[in-house]
């Protein structure tokens, strides 16, 4: 087992920059793949982007693409999720998740390519 714990989340304005951060507890860290989800009022869980173990391959949802970068720190366990531009659309609640080996086996797009997952930071956009 592998406990998460996301936090920076908050209410920002459209076009504001924040930066989420989920802290793993103990070495179930080690050699795991690593994302974020989301899921919005109304809406179905979305996958938002991921990073394998070494954080040499990155992965990231088209809505998200371009304004956000995924990346961690395995000596800290620690992974972050930073987020530029953001738009009243990406206002949900944010799931630190992780899964079982170092890599995908295909490329992550749901939430079933995850084990695991924290209880969530609350991420408020205002137009």
């Known amino acids: 087992q592998v406990q998460l714990v996301e936090s920076g989340g908050g209410l920002v304005q459209a076009g504001g920059s924040l930066r989420l951060a989920c802290a793993a507890s103990?070495?179930?860290?080690?050699?795991?793949?690593m994302g974020w989800l989301r899921q919005a009022p109304g809406k179905e869980r979305e996958f938002v982007a991921a990073?394998?173990?070494?954080?040499?391959?990155?992965y990231y949802a088209d809505s998200v693409k371009g304004r956000s970068t995924i990346s961690r720190d395995n000596a800290k366990n620690t992974m972050y999720l930073e987020m530029n531009s953001l738009k009243p659309e990406d206002t949900a609640v944010y799931y630190c998740?992780?899964?079982?080996?170092?890599?995908?086996?295909?490329?992550?797009?749901?939430?079933?390519?995850?084990?695991?997952w924290g209880q969530g930071t609350q991420v408020t956009v205002s137009s």
């Open positions: 103990g070495s179930s860290f080690s050699f795991r793949a």
């Open positions: 998740a992780t899964r079982r080996g170092a890599l995908f086996p295909t490329t992550p797009r749901t939430d079933r390519d995850f084990d695991s």
């Open positions: 990073i394998t173990w070494s954080g040499e391959s990155t």
